[in-house]
């Protein structure tokens, strides 16, 4: 993957669903990791997997890892 825009995934909603912003566009509601990555590939990010999106170090987690989809 080249020149990766920078990727937030926000804290899961009431719904346990997170938004995904690329750059500074918001991109839509996830969730599952899965969801995260056809985000991504929509965005032009080619070959991206789940795998990817959960390791890698430019996507930024708030409100919890990847693991987080529920509200406490």
Do not use: H, K, N
Not at 31 to 54: I, K, P, Q
Request: hydrophobic share 40%.
């Amino acid at each position: 993957m080249s020149a990766t825009p920078p990727v937030v995934v926000y804290p899961p909603a009431e719904d346990g669903g997170r938004r995904v912003r690329v750059g500074d566009q918001f991109v839509g509601m996830a969730y599952t990791l899965l969801d995260v990555a056809e985000f991504l590939r929509r965005a032009g990010m080619e070959d991206v997997e789940a795998s990817d999106v959960e390791a890698g170090p430019w996507v930024e987690w708030r409100g919890g890892g990847p693991e987080t989809w529920a509200r406490d």
